[in-house]
């Protein structure tokens, strides 16, 4: 396996992409629609600003006002789906009380629906995507390993439990549910854990594991003013993946890579 660092990996995939990106008759272009003040919402959409403008993709950002009704969060959407000159749509999160997230991601054009959220998108989420993608470039053998995933939600959990399985992973799914002695247990068989939770260090450094494991940590929050993973550090794998600086880089190029599909598709429709 090629143990190379998330950063350096994604330094190496957003090169051969700006060159992709150089060569295309227009640029891609992607629209941000966000209904909130959250700050860290704010910091997620100025990454993807960031990452857009450096890639060479038409990135364009609408700000609703919170106080906006549903129906024009929907009308908006709609202008969006319908112009052709738009590759990819994404409604930043959290939406207000008053906004059904479920209305909103359903009326996003599955072929634009480059988060991946649509029901029937076209595209893969992208944290799972990150991570997968990160995973097959390190050399990293799925077919029948064992994988522990702790977090079942439908951005991360559930979506990435598909993608391994489809790589003929033995696959385990664990919840808020689940003992801590079963969780001990999952974790100390997995060739491959995964944790997306958002407890800082619920995975203590002390929680067995084959010392050949991959531990993917997709959690993020704050201790003590830093940001930190769901899992403590530790130097007993073969390979952890920081917070920051880790997952979170991984899901921002999958998103990019989406955008640049969706644009792909457009042309050959
Ligand atoms: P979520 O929707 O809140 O889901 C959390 C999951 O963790 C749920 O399935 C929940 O179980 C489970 N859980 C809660 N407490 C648990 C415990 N003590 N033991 C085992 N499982 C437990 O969260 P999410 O959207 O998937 O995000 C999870 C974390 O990843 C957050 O910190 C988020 O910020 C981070 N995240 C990072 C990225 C990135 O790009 N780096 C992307 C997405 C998310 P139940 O289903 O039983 O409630």
Redesign the pocket.
Known sequence: MNLIAIKDYVKIRKEEMKKEIFSLVRKPKLVIIQMNDDVASNSYVKGKLKDAEELGIEAKLIKLDESSSEEQLLTLIDDVNEDETVDGLIVQLPLPKHISEIKVKERINPKKDVDGFHPLSKFKA??PK?IVSYLTYIGFDFTGKNATI????????RPLAKLLLDLSMNVTV?????S?ED?NFYLKRADLAVV????PH?IKKDVPLKKDAIVID????RLDGHLV??IEPRDDVLLQTP?PG???????LSLMENVLEAYQDGISR
Not at 174 to 178: A, D, E, G, M
């Open positions: 992208c944290t990150g702790i977090g079942r939600s439908n951005i991360v959990g664990l919840h808020s549910k689940t801590i969780r997306a939770v958002g407890k619920l997709v959690g993020i929050s993973g769901d917070v880790g997952v979170g880089l991984l899901t921002r």
